[in-house]
T-cell receptor
Framework: DADVTQTPRNRITKTGKRIMLECSQTKGHDRMYWYRQDPGLGLRLIYYSFDVKDINKGEISDGYSVSRQAQAKFSLSLESAIPNQTALYFC???????????????FGSGTRLTVV | DQQVKQNSPSLSVQEGRISILNCDYT??????FLWYKKYPAEGPTFLIS?????DKNEDGRFTVFLNKSAKHLSLHIVPSQPGDSAVYFC????????????FGKGTKLTVNP
């Protein structure tokens, strides 16, 4: 089983619909993130959480909300989906890695979301 | 304002030759730099990193060079193999990792047999 699991892998939804993307991890990491990838734009941070009671906005949080249900679960919601939210979404976790004296990140395989 | 820049969207090299991927940054507070590799339908995977106290880090066929005065880093892959064909992302963080990762737009590397 993958360390960071995202569901669904692919989703097509209609404009105006509410949709939730889920992320669960078995690594026991406190820090979790949601990123969005658009062609030619790299990965941009939507929201992040450093523990269950900590939620922070990233650079592109408008139109999104998150829920940290447990240490292992971090969900991303689009309250009213719009076409320009069509993108590849990645969940990630991180933990301090003494080998590098810095944080090591693990990414899920992504959710491809299409809003029509 | 883009803080991490990868100005080459794509790069094509022959198998066995050297691949050089470049990355520039603007934020002088960045002190840790990473390269990630991404295959289609998969998430990014960590490749190699370098701290700002070093100017070179090597791991097998992969070497990252950091030029702090120029705010420039590069990833060298020698020799390049067809399995190296992927999108490579440069990323940076500051304040000993307490800051979040900032990614470049990525460079698609194609290694031709």
């Amino acid at each position: 089983d993958a360390d960071v699991t995202q569901t669904p892998r692919n989703r097509i939804t209609k404009t105006g619909k509410r949709i939730m993307l889920e992320c669960s991890q078995t690594k026991g990491h406190d820090r979790m993130y949601w990123y969005r990838q658009d062609p030619g734009l790299g990965l941009r941070l939507i929201y992040y959480s450093f523990d269950v009671k900590d939620i922070n906005k990233g650079e592109i949080s408008d139109g999104y909300s998150v829920s940290r249900q447990a240490q292992a679960k971090f969900s991303l919601s689009l309250e009213s989906a719009i076409p320009n939210q069509t993108a590849l979404y990645f969940c990630a976790t991180s933990v301090w890695d003494s080998r590098y004296a810095n944080y090591g990140y693990t990414f899920g395989s992504g959710t491809r979301l299409t809003v029509v | 304002d883009q803080q991490v820049k990868q100005n080459s969207p794509s790069l094509s090299v022959q198998e066995g030759r050297i691949s050089i991927l470049n990355c520039d940054y603007t934020n002088s507070m960045f002190d840790y730099f990473l390269w990630y590799k991404k295959y289609p339908a998969e998430g990014p995977t960590f490749l190699i990193s370098i701290s700002s106290i070093k100017d070179k880090n090597e791991d097998g066929r992969f070497t990252v060079f950091l030029n702090k005065s120029a705010k420039h880093l590069s990833l060298h892959i020698v020799p390049s193999q067809p399995g190296d064909s992927a999108v490579y992302f440069c990323a940076a963080s500051g304040q000993g990792g307490s800051e979040k990762l900032v990614f470049g737009k990525g460079t698609k590397l194609t290694v031709n047999p």
